[in-house]
């Protein structure tokens, strides 16, 4: 291998939604830049979670680029919310369309970079023994791909068939006749439990904490809905970078403790019609005001209780431990339903909890489960895990997993101190997956062009994050969290799923627009809180 072709202006790490879209900037902007990715192919999220019922809980028609007008007015969703199989096709065709997939080795896992500051380059090495350097990381790592695997007693030693939702395998698996036990209730398992009991024999679902989960309201787009949107893209992405969430949707003008009682339901119910997890936007105080979460709160639970036949089944389907949506509301089809199959068993681990997984099933406080399959719906070290399972070193050697020892310290959620020309894309710090990902992941690509673009024209070399740009946003971030309800849930937001992670909101909760103009001013001050070298 030649110095050329091992030395570029930039490494991206990530072949998802935001390293596809880093590489493709960084080819028009005239960069030499490599791309490394762990799986076969493109797609990241979406390359891995094929479990039954994998779908998307932000519309199509929002979640996919803006960057190319040909491509948005060429490329036609076929439901309100695409399936893993559509948006993966979708990338597919993003990826080939630019030519993406040669700038990438595929099957090569990073296992490190590091910083060297007098040759001013990273140092990126794989688990292929490829060593590359480059100007420039961007880490595209993903938010929600290193898999958690709790390590619950015996857990290697089940026989049966074993799968983790964000790890799934690419041929399908066979449910028909079948024992499965689910454990885990987040998003992955409620999407996953309806379309499993259709063809299992039996499902157990073993469920620590019950979720709020609101029917997606899905349904094939027609061509008449599709040209109108197509007409009107602009404007739509315009209102989806001025809100909260990325997407074209804002809450009632008033709070839901300022209207009458049938003003709020009228208004839950046409947010419940709407579907998912926008259900939180019903009303702008929803998710600071805890009387005003009990409004909510309450109408779920109505409607949950509508859904299930038996009542003390009902009861525990019901959570109690957290405000409505400071866990990420499911976006469902038929989940609560489910429970009314005569081959559905609820086991609530909070009664019985699992005490080890056997050779043939699982074993609880009280009973035990004979199991042909075993399916762990049981999330992810979100946020940080991806990041954290690579070697990070900046200067002088620090460690990225040292400096971030009581939670993530970002600036803007694209830099850190200490870690020059180094990028991360819609992680920690940023909203991230408090919004629309792919138009998340299309403005810190773009901000992060036009930084580079004004250090090439100044003859600036490198770019880092000051140590006090990094506090002050961090105290930025938490003091954000801390006047909303969100703290108050064991989510995996506050990394409270991973046993010994640091209890900190990870996302900056201050909106999606606003997040927008902090960076633009950010750039506009000649990259304030920034030492430009
Ligand atoms: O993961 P989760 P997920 N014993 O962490 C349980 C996005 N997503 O993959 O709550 C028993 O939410 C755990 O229980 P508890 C979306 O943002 C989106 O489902 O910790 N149970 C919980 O029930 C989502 O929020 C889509 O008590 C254990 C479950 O496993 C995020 O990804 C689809 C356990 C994990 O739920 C993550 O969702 C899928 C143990 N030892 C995912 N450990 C859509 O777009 C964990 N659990 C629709």
Same mark, same amino acid.
């Given at each position: 291998m030649t110095t050329q072709d091992s030395d570029f202006d930039a490494v991206v790490v990530g072949a998802g939604i935001s390293g #596809?879209?880093?590489?493709?900037?960084?080819?028009?902007?005239?960069?030499?830049?490599?791309?490394f990715e762990s799986a076969e192919g493109v797609g990241g999220t979406w390359y891995h979670n094929r479990y039954p019922g994998a779908r998307c809980d932000v519309e199509s028609i929002d979640y996919s680029y803006s960057f190319d007008e040909d491509l948005q007015q060429e490329?036609?969703? *076929?439901?309100?919310?695409?399936?893993?199989?559509? =948006?993966?096709?979708?990338?597919?065709?993003?990826?080939?369309?630019?030519?993406?997939?040669?700038?990438?080795?595929? #099957?090569?896992?990073? *296992? &490190?970079a590091v910083y060297d500051e007098w040759a001013g380059r990273w140092t990126v090495t794989t688990d292929t023994g490829k060593t590359v350097t480059a100007r420039f990381c961007i880490l595209a790592t993903g938010v929600l791909s290193a898999t958690n695997k709790p390590d619950i007693p015996g857990r290697d030693t089940f026989t049966g068939e074993t799968y983790h939702t964000g790890e799934w395998p690419h041929e399908p698996v066979d449910f028909t006749g079948k024992r499965v036990g689910v454990i885990g209730t987040g998003s992955s398992g409620i999407q996953a439990i309806p379309i499993i009991a259709a063809d299992a024999e039996q499902v157990y679902v073993f469920q620590r904490s019950p979720n709020y989960s609101i029917p997606a309201g899905n349904r094939r787009l027609t061509d008449d809905f599709v040209a109108q949107v197509k007409a009107d893209y602009a404007e739509r992405r315009r209102l989806s970078r001025l809100s909260g969430g990325g997407t074209p949707n804002s809450p009632h003008p008033k709070g839901a403790l300022e209207v009458d009682a049938a003003e709020r339901t009228r208004v839950y119910d046409e947010w419940w019609r709407r579907g998912g997890y926008l259900f939180t936007?019903?009303?702008?105080?929803?998710?600071?005001?805890?009387?005003?979460?009990?409004?909510?709160?309450e109408y779920v639970e109505a409607k949950i209780r509508e859904m299930v036949d038996d009542p003390e089944v009902a009861d525990q389907l019901i959570p109690t431990d957290h405000p409505i949506g400071t866990k990420r509301i499911v976006t469902d089809t038929g989940y609560f339903q489910t429970y009314n199959r005569a081959n559905v068993t609820l086991v609530n681990l909070r009664r019985t909890p699992i005490t080890q997984i056997t050779e043939s099933g699982m074993r609880t406080g009280d009973a035990s489960y004979e199991l042909d399959i075993l399916v762990f719906a049981t999330g992810f070290d979100a946020m940080t895990g991806s990041l954290s399972r690579i070697d990070i070193r900046g200067r002088a050697g620090r460690e990225l997993t040292a400096e971030w020892s009581a939670g993530p310290r970002t600036y803007l959620g694209l830099a850190v101190d200490g870690f020059p020309n180094m990028f991360i894309l819609a992680g920690p710090g940023s909203p991230s997956?408090?919004?629309?990902?792919? #138009?998340?992941?299309?403005?810190?690509?773009?901000? =992060?062009?036009?930084?580079?673009?004004? #250090?090439?024209?100044?003859? @600036? +070399? *490198? @770019?880092? +994050?000051?140590?006090?740009?990094?506090?002050?946003?961090? +105290?930025?971030?938490?003091?954000?969290a801390a006047g909303t309800l969100f703290p &108050? +849930?064991? &989510?995996?937001?506050?990394?409270?799923? @991973?046993?010994?992670?640091?209890?900190?909101?990870?996302?900056? @909760?201050?909106?999606?627009?606003?997040?927008?103009? =902090?960076c633009a001013e950010v750039a506009a001050a000649g990259y304030k809180g920034f030492a430009l070298d």
């Open positions: #596809l879209y880093a590489v493709y900037k960084s080819q028009q902007r005239g960069m030499r830049v490599h791309g490329w036609t969703w *076929t439901e309100r919310f695409a399936t893993q199989e559509e =948006i993966l096709r979708y990338l597919e065709h993003v990826a080939d369309r630019h030519d993406l997939r040669s700038a990438y080795d595929f #099957l090569t896992r990073v *296992t &490190s936007k019903a009303f702008p105080d929803q998710m600071v005001s805890k009387a005003a979460n009990d409004t909510a709160r997956v408090l919004a629309n990902m792919v #138009l998340m992941a299309e403005q810190h690509v773009d901000w =992060i062009a036009g930084c580079m673009d004004h #250090l090439d024209s100044h003859g @600036i +070399a *490198t @770019i880092e +994050a000051t140590r006090e740009a990094a506090d002050e946003w961090v +105290a930025e971030c938490n003091a954000k &108050s +849930a064991n &989510s995996w937001y506050m990394g409270a799923n @991973i046993p010994g992670k640091p209890r900190v909101f990870m996302p900056y @909760i201050g909106g999606f627009g606003n997040y927008n103009s =902090i």
